[in-house]
């Protein structure tokens, strides 16, 4: 893999500091402080039972659980796997691919699909065409069907390798860029570049060209597969054992079914372009020439997995971290589902969606208007639920379902959802200003994860379509009787609203755009209201540290005192994207500075005032540019997993999957490069949104094609391990190009045990026996 | 829809887009002229309808092309007099060409230098692009000046003949996350301006006359109406706001983001996830007359015609809703793909539905055109490929369509 010629990674160690303990006392030090935690703890208090992620963690109004654990995203105490694997049964995990020309049955340095890519490639050109698409069946390889290449071999077409990666696209922008597959990327190949960053320069003739990438592939038997190409330029077409098959520039996902023969076969591609190079209205070129490979299996599908312990279907898409409390498992899935699950078995315990019906006073729900038009919903959504639990239930196992059994599942929880819409819009024509619907929200109206007092579980729904924006704030005890809900209108931001409920100073504090709001937790009163937030952001959470003894909120742009919700002060984070920052020894970190569009997005810290007094103010303790700090990336990059601090060293995690890790104290970078991943960086997917989670003596960071890296800390880059979950599922919105699963949240870890939530699925992973499904 | 109903309705609330103009000057018509009371701009008059148009439906590269011009790229759409057409190019400019023959008469650079107050000149230099560009915004004109807003807060207005009359300043901060689209309109006597705050300015001198803070503007150009003597402006976010002091009157009456309000036959539609048919009442109280849900994203406006409330998905699905309808409504032509079934991840269609005479329009980002009868049955009457497309909406008048192809402008017509 090439790496950045950038990467600094020179075994630089980490400065510690008053501020950095080593490892276990660190460990100890934030069980016993509880930085984020809502009070300051006894320093005294014996500590070592309870650490975070142990399996005797019991989380109390003073150490609450819930957004990454304890709103640092580290679980010191776990001792969580380090292989697992789901794996698709049959020919596709059989399948082996390789660039170079093979010498007899694969070897070692053949690749199984993962993610169903192929990603090592030979490529060849570019060459000129006059008509890019009248010329695509000019043969430039002298007897194109019959081509076997070998790279830098006597074919005078110039073989070389590639390996479709992220870093080897060319651009990385997340909206309208070029890295939303793992493309072979002709630009990358035949451009020179003269600079990463922003705006990197291209030189190079992109017009009128055409290209070829050959694989080959490596199928036990002859097999019936599926094979998709996804392409940008004018024309293309592919030859799979020298017989040929036109793209369709019309349908570029378009999936071939085609015969794989037993043994090694070859497959051959050819991209045309009129001009290599598209443009971005902001002057930034993108590449527009390529093509990405993929072979799926032919359904049913089922499954063999490694260290699964059971995986239980949820009731809908959601970016909702599980939280653990007790011998229970809590998150929150589809519009506004929290579920309650069982963590020794997997199975649900309870259910319960949340409409505006939940927040009415008895006197509004006998009212003739809510009687008539709502209950009889209400009721038939309770009736539904039941049933939903009993079907999901019944599907709880080490495999899951088969594809074709988890269709008839996926259409009861379809029939759920109908009626739970049915309910807001029953809500929406009494009043649609004070009951604008909660779903349509971006991802999903779930997004929160939930928090615990260990007594009760507090969680918000809804956002609903961009723009009005209601909230169902809820609270439950931990068998599933509703405390109270509060309906709000809070308004919803422009990508929807993420954020998680936090819990400080024995309040429960919510917000979204411009309000933030103090709760009592037993009772949901009121006892304050800021509307005069600005922006809290899409998916920034409020986090919470104490001054001087007294419990403050950091929200995207302000600094409130949590006692009554007066601002102290502006944040002055500069946050780019949807990261929530950590706080550590008064000092707030963010891994996405924003320093401009034609500037690298850096990193920061600041130190909070000395004081909760109304005028205080932030100071800088690091502001450096991007050129030693920034995430790598060609084009804008865009932040969403939070970051996580260790040992002094900051590690933070961009879409593409670009990992920076930097000595705090020193300031100074200690290693930046691209995970080896499978993630699709684009709007719909996007890329590497789980923040990377400390689980005992390891650093964990999942991609959203289920691909879990496992990241030694320190200094210099190491993975460990790397896993995945591959879940093919027909009724798929996640437009991931297979219908793989895909993943936004970090998982939470308790004992050995790790709980990995994908759109489809909660996974239990920890160390067992394979399962064939 | 009763003939009558919208006449009646109309001397209560009268949108200003006067549906009701002489045959002769009907928006779409060869002879139509630009004024200040019947400005063409954003989608001509505000409803993408015109009438008076008799456009070609086929044409291919050496058949109906009536001249083709090298204006640059932009996502915003030219607009058009008797004999001019005005349009505006990344990242700075604004073009005037002869309608005649495409060839240009003018251009101009609309840059900061034209900025008297340095805060104001670093403000607009330090305005850096994203995805819609500078220069998203369709310009509008009077017949005697162009007006037009760039992204960076650059508001120009332009004599016809191609001297800058004045320049203005907008500095608020940018509030949506893809850059700035929404088109400034002309209303009773002043230039509205919807950049983060909602702006009002005196046409003939750049004066801002007020500035509405709490009306946030998403991508949406604003609609505008009459009601009794009141002229109002509506903004995609449903807020209502009176045009002679820029006040409040309500909000929320409705709800969309990409796309713009119409406002037509005494009501107000808009048409995102959350499709509506408003009307204001006394005080201006909003009433839902009829809704219907659309699922996935819509980037273009919707198109009111024969009793018909049409628009078109992201992923070029067509859809109407029964515009006569009260109530939850489940719309007459429901998510028909007009451009394939599978047309991957990306939206295709940034363009709004666009009606020429009996015909709608329909562009895809990709350069494939849709045409349509504009009946219930929308039966698919051409189809037609140009290079490169854009997001751009068509524009029509008399046998002429302009249609932004790529860095292109097409005139096809025959």
Known sequence: MQRLATDPTQGTKPTRSAGFVPTVGRFLAIAIVAVLGPAAADPGEPAAVNVLGSADFKPSLDRPVGWRGDWTGRFPGATPPMTWSRRVHGITTALRYQAAKPAGDPTKDSKPLEYFSIKDWLVSGPVSVSDPVKDIDQDHLNGEPGVQPAEAGKNAAGWKFLRADVDTQSRHDHNEGTCGQSYVDFVYAFGKFTADGPNPKIEGDFTNKAAYAHTYIHSPAEVKVQLQMPFDGAAGKFWLNGKPTALDPKNRGKVFDITLAAGWNRLLVKIAVANGLGKHYSGRWLSAWMVAAYLTPVGPVSYETRNVTWMTKVTGRSMSQPIVVGDRIFLGANISDLMCLSKADGRVLWLRTTTPFDSLPAVEKNSPAIKEKVEPLVAQLLKLNEEAVAAINAAVSPTGLPSDQAAALDKKLKEKTEVERKVHKAFEDLDRKKYPPYFGNEVSSSNGTPSSDGVRVYWTCGGGIKGPGAYGIQCFDLDGKRVWTNHEVFGSEEHGNHQSTLLVDGKLIFGACNTMVAMEPKTGAVLWKNAKMESLGSGTSPIAARIGGAGVIITLKKILRASDGVEICASNLNIWGDPTPVVDNDVVYNTSRFRGWDDLTSMCAIKLPSGTGEKGSVKPVWDPPGKDLATPARGTNYTIASPLLLDGILYGVDMTGGITAVDVQGQKGLYRRWLDGYNRYNRYLYGVAASPTLAGKHIYVVDDAGYTHLIQPGPQFKEVGRNVIENIFFSSISNNPCRQEAFYTAPYFEGKAMFLRGEEYLYRIEERTASKG | ?414
């Open chain 2, 1 to 414: 829809m009763s003939r009558l109903a919208p006449l009646l309705a109309a001397l209560l609330l009268t949108p200003l887009a006067a549906e009701e103009a002489p045959p002769a000057g009907r928006l779409g018509s060869a002879e139509f002229r630009p004024s200040p009371e019947r400005p063409f701009g954003w989608r001509g008059d505000g409803s993408g309808r015109y009438l008076g148009a008799t456009p070609v439906t086929e044409w291919s590269p050496t058949k109906n092309i009536r001249w083709t011009a090298v204006v640059g790229k932009s996502y915003s759409s030219p607009v058009v007099t008797d004999k001019l057409v005005l349009a505006l190019s990344e990242p700075d400019l604004l073009i005037c060409l002869d309608r005649a023959d495409g060839k240009e008469k003018w251009r101009m650079k609309v840059t900061s230098a034209d900025l008297q107050d340095a805060a104001e000149k670093e403000t607009a230099d330090q305005y850096l692009a994203k995805d819609t560009g500078h220069t998203a915004a369709t310009p509008v004109t009077d017949g005697a000046t162009v007006y037009a807003a760039f992204a960076n807060g650059i508001v120009r207005a332009a004599t016809l003949e191609g001297k800058t009359k004045w320049t203005a300043f907008v500095e608020a901060r940018q509030n949506t996350a893809y850059g700035r689209s929404s088109s400034p309109i002309l209303v009773a006597g002043k230039l509205i301006l919807h950049m983060t705050n909602l702006y009002a300015f005196d046409p003939a001198t750049g004066k801002r006359l007020w500035v509405n803070e709490e009306a946030k503007c998403q991508y949406g150009t604003p609609a505008c109406l009459r009601q009794g003597k009141v002229d109002l402006i509506v903004t995609c976010a449903g807020d209502v706001i009176r045009c002679d002091d820029g006040k409040k009157v309500n909000d929320q009456i409705g709800n969309t983001s990409n796309s713009s309000p119409v406002a037509m036959d005494g009501l107000i539609y808009f048409g995102e996830k959350d499709v509506r048919a408003i009307k204001l009442g006394a005080e201006f109280k909003d009433e839902s007359v009829w809704n219907g849900e659309i699922m996935g994203d819509v980037f273009g406006s919707p198109l009111l015609h024969g009793g018909l409330l049409y628009t078109v998905s992201g992923k070029g699905d067509l859809i109407a809703f029964d515009a006569g309808k009260k109530g939850a409504t489940e719309p007459v032509i429901d998510m028909r793909p007009l451009f394939g079934d599978d047309v991957g991840a990306q939206p295709i269609l940034y363009s709004s539905v666009t009606l020429a005479g009996k015909y709608l329009f329909v562009s895809s980002n990709l350069g494939d055109i849709v045409v349509l009868e504009a009946t219930k049955e929308a039966k698919v009457v051409a189809k037609n490929r140009i290079k490169d497309g854009s997001g751009a909406s068509p524009v029509f008048s008399g046998r002429d369509l302009f249609l932004r192809d790529g860095d292109r402008l097409l005139c096809i017509g025959n």
